[in-house]
């Protein structure tokens, strides 16, 4: 197991991306998590390095949301440290908006803000968080707006667009707080097969602008096509990881083979 | 193939129209003689109309005594409803035992309040930041000096003489504008993660709504000058001030907490996954989708307390309803079988039109906030 594996040269998107060698995005060490009894992570350790894309992948109740909850600290974890861009999550508030005004987060319910419209979600944190003037906010959630191809929705409320427009709004409401990394937590989960797709494209070309990006996703097609590495959870804890290629041909673990033999059929 | 294909070979002639189903006869038939029970119902509900809408009618118009009328057509037999005595009592219902020449300065203050809370009310009118300023913080101050008086050659005019609708209006425009601020700070507080600050929300929300109203401004009027260092005293307005809006925050800070119950988790923690702060995730997320939630609680409540600011007779004020019920020398001279009847019929109309027309506006502003976007 490579701890941080480099491009593998294939002529995929994946060979255009960089990954910085020395400066660290996310790091995990000897990290412990309890829902009051319950030991839900345990002794996980992770580094991620800027610009590296990595899937985390693993039967449900594994511990996988939770993992990229505790990276903005939406759970807090009650052993080990996490490190994001440098700043330590403890119980500080001032450090916990630190790491997420550069931590963007995209959920499986979208939690699109259904009392204001698509605009107004998307300039409301730039606004007030970063002290963006509105006209200047506005501009460039137009900008994401585009790059997410619905900037024709831009008036309406979430209410009336489609799970994979309001996915995509949401991708976009997280890229206007211009973030150095961006946590997926399912996001592809709850929408309807056919709107999967233009989620993913959107998903795609973020990693191929080379953003530091962490899925809990079930699409091995993705993770095949972008990660650089995929991890595998069970019980709370980080079983395997390794390039999609060897992780997908060559699993070690006995549970990785299970899970991967009830996936991919 | 020739099953599908078709080729009509006999005309269908025209049939008389079915029973008409519009007009008044088609829908007295629908909707009041459909069944025999209907029917029998029907009559039923005719016959107690024409029981009680005569003597109603004759009570409050066909016998009742105009506003011009005299005492005597009042004391007659067979007089309805005395609205002789409403209209030469109007003063004392409006201002209680407020100084008649000094009456100008009520006047003032109702004619500024109206102006600056009608357009704050019609979502259309533009400048509503300038207008919400004027209305909460300048209006008070010189609501304040007006009535109370004492400055500027302003004749001083103790809270012990002002009275009837005066006192209701300023006690429920007051504690709604209070209590509605203070009960969502009571309710965030009691979902607080800070102990302290969580036990002390749920200590006085619980507190404060075992008790009965009554209780409270007894105990402000009676209780609260014994813990008082001597000669020092606070205005009996005042605590009767306090003690309402005190009580209806209690009650308003479970009402938004049922909104800020329903607000999925999703919706706090996509909030803060931008980075914005406790108190900018409340007010532009969390607040105005759970407020509207509970805008008919929020109503109810105002409502309530709308009705509530006749217990003030409690510590001594004369609100509208005491007013009312006040025996001073023109109810003596305006006495008669209906007089008081009359009054209380008065002061009910005038609740009815200040609580109906804050029911009534809830519904248009739920109608206003419903964006259609509930999944």
Redesign the interface.
Known sequence: MSQVSETTGAPTARSTMQISDTNVAIEVIGMHKWYADFHVLRDINLKVMEGERIVIAGPSGSGKSTLIRCINRLEEHQEGQIIVNGTELTADLKRIDEVRREVGMVFQHFNLFPHLTILQNLTLAPIWVRGIPKAEAEATAMHYLERVKIPEQANKFPGQLSGGQQQRVAIARSLCMQPRIMLFDEPTSALDPEMVKEVLEVMISLAEDGMTMLCVTHEMGFARQVANRVIFMDQGQIIEQNEPEAFFSNPQHERTKLFLSQILH | MTDIGFVRADMVDAKPAPNRTSGAIAWAQKNLFATPLDGVLTVLGVVFLLWIVPPLYNFFIGHAVGPSGTVEECRMENAGACWAYISSEMEFFIYGFYDIPQQWRPNIVFALGAALLIPLLIPKVPFKRTNAVLFLFAYPVVSYFLLAGGVFGLMPIPTEKWGGLLVTLIISVVGITLSFPLGIILALGRQSKMPVIKTLCIGFIELVRAVPLISVLFMASIMLPLFMPQGMTIDKFLRALVGVTLFTSAYMAEVVRGGLQAI?R??Y?????????YW?RMY??IL??AL?HVIPGIVNSFIALFKDTSLVYIVGMKDLLEAVKTKNDTALEWQSANTATTGYLFAAMVFWVFCFSMSRYSIFMERRLN?????
Do not use: D, N, V, W
């Not at chain 2, 923690?269 to 702060?277: N, P, R, T």
């Not at chain 2, 964006?371 to 999944?375: E, P």
């Open positions: 999925p999703g919706q923690e996509a909030g803060a996954s931008l980075g914005l702060s900018q532009f997320i105005p989708q509207k964006t259609g976007y509930k999944r």
